[in-house]
Nanobody
């Protein structure tokens, strides 16, 4: 129905940078009408999934205190894509990063849906 495809994870040394991307797409039976809030979450081993950053369709953003000043979330509405630019990475940023989106769809499913990506691993070595 709706898919969120993440990319850009990997292994980086502390102090380095990575850029994550997440593209939303529909299917033959489901068309994306609009995307409301798009978010990045992360989950480290043994910890709960937590919100990292979110951006509304109008461009308003919010960040977890732990990443403020280091991470920047942005989106390209024409491409149905959200980005997470991560700088000054720390070992404690190591986690699986998940994309999440609130979408309006029509087709076999019509209305508001929430979707998750499959996750991308970010590992920061000290």
């Amino acid at each position: 129905q709706v898919q969120l495809a993440e990319s850009g994870g990997g292994l980086v040394q502390a102090g380095g940078s990575l850029r994550l991307s997440c593209a939303a797409s529909g299917s033959i039976r489901t068309t994306i009408s609009s995307i409301n809030t798009m978010s990045w979450y992360r989950q480290a081993p043994g910890k709960q999934r937590e919100l990292v950053a979110a951006i509304t369709s109008g461009g308003s953003t919010n960040y977890a205190d732990s990443v403020k000043g280091r991470f920047t979330i942005s989106r390209d509405n024409a491409k149905n894509t959200v980005y997470l630019q991560m700088k000054s990475l720390k070992p404690e940023d190591t986690a699986v990063y998940y994309c999440n989106a609130d979408l309006s769809v029509r087709g076999s499913t019509t209305g508001l849906v929430n979707a998750w990506g499959q996750g991308t691993q970010v590992t920061v070595s000290s």
